[in-house]
């Protein structure tokens, strides 16, 4: 079978990788009838045309950036950065297959029996944060009230940004989308006639101390989704450089032979070959591979340089930083 892995040792370009595995993907689904590939192509065009054709990045951000000047002038003690970043290459192959794998396994525990290819392709549609924009904020000591809970404040401010956020970018040509994931509850701290747009993973945390929250928005002056993710600076602290960064792969790459041992190989092709292509990814030897502008010491030390496994940069957005640089036009 084709997978990525395949692709890594070259010395090409993240582009030319692109293309080539998605030509040969193309090609071997067409002669096998592969129709989950067809679709894992598609999805591999989607992030080249991303790559390719970026014009509409200067408008987004630029919009975006329009909710960084509200918040320095509402929020005139609070230290925030604004971040946009394109999908990772190996993080959006893994979480392709990874959907794949889910719904199979979901599908089968429910139903004892294996869900068709149109079936599987009907669910192989939510990937809405190729593109995504991270606010992370902190409340300097030095504005932090005597006696004030420094963790309380940086929350509540964070669910107000969020209750904010929606209404005032939607007068800029974003919507925002529906959930569409029941996570089971919501804070209070979150306006009612919101809480079926966010994904609140504050109050319900992940079952490896995973914290933010999540809302998919469609920009209808590009004509694309952007996730926004909200979070304060010791949660993404956690997410980035802590067990929720270190743990997630070992902890899924245990899910995942969890769920070999209850689909028996050769049942479920879809299974398989989804299951291969994310072992070989979390398995991969950053140190080893070949592709042109990337370096890596080992998994932890590595010079990303085109978006390889670390999200591509959205420069627009390097520079804002409040408190760091508060230079707002």
């Known amino acids: ?23 040969d993907l193309e090609q071997s689904a067409r002669f096998s009838h592969n129709q989950i590939d067809m679709v894992h192509v598609d999805f591999l065009r989607q992030i080249t045309d991303i790559l390719e054709h970026n014009d509409f990045l200067t408008s987004q951000s630029g919009r975006i950036r329009e909710f960084y000047k509200f918040m320095s002038s509402e929020y ?7 971040k946009g970043r394109i999908k990772s290459l190996i993080r959006a192959e893994e979480k392709f297959n990874a959907y794949v794998l889910d719904y199979i396994y979901d599908y089968y525990r429910e139903h004892g029996s294996y869900p068709t290819a149109p079936v599987l392709k009907s669910r192989l549609n939510r990937f809405r944060d190729l593109i995504a924009y991270r606010i992370v904020i902190s409340m300097p000591k030095c504005h932090l009230k005597p006696g004030a809970n420094r963790e309380e404040e940086e929350i509540k401010l964070l669910y ?37 747009y966010y994904r609140d993973y504050i109050e319900n945390v992940s079952s490896y101390g995973y914290r933010s929250l999540h809302i998919t928005l469609y920009d209808n002056v590009a004509g694309c989704y952007v996730e926004v993710q909200l979070r304060t600076k010791d949660m993404d602290d956690y997410a980035e450089i802590g067990p929720a960064n270190h743990l997630g792969y070992e902890k899924r790459q245990e899910s995942e032979r969890k769920r070999r041992n209850v689909i028996p190989e050769g049942e479920c092709i879809y299974f398989d070959e989804a299951y291969e292509r994310v072992l070989s990814l979390i398995q991969i ?36 930083s409040r408190f760091q640089n508060d230079v707002v036009d």
């Open 1 to 23: 079978m084709i997978k990525l892995n395949d692709y890594l040792y070259s010395g090409d370009t993240v582009l030319k990788i692109l293309h080539r595995y998605a030509q």
């Open 76 to 82: 005139p003690e609070l230290a925030f950065t604004f």
């Open 160 to 196: 107000d940004i969020a209750n904010r956020m929606p209404a005032f970018l939607e007068s800029r040509g974003f919507n925002a989308e529906l959930a569409g994931v029941d996570l089971g509850s919501h804070s209070d701290k979150l306006l009612p006639e919101l809480r079926r």
């Open 285 to 320: 030897e950053l140190k080893d591979i070949d592709v042109n502008m990337f370096a890596a010491a080992n998994n932890s030390l590595i010079n990303d340089g085109c978006g390889l496994y670390r999200g591509r940069q959205i420069t627009p957005f390097e520079h804002l």
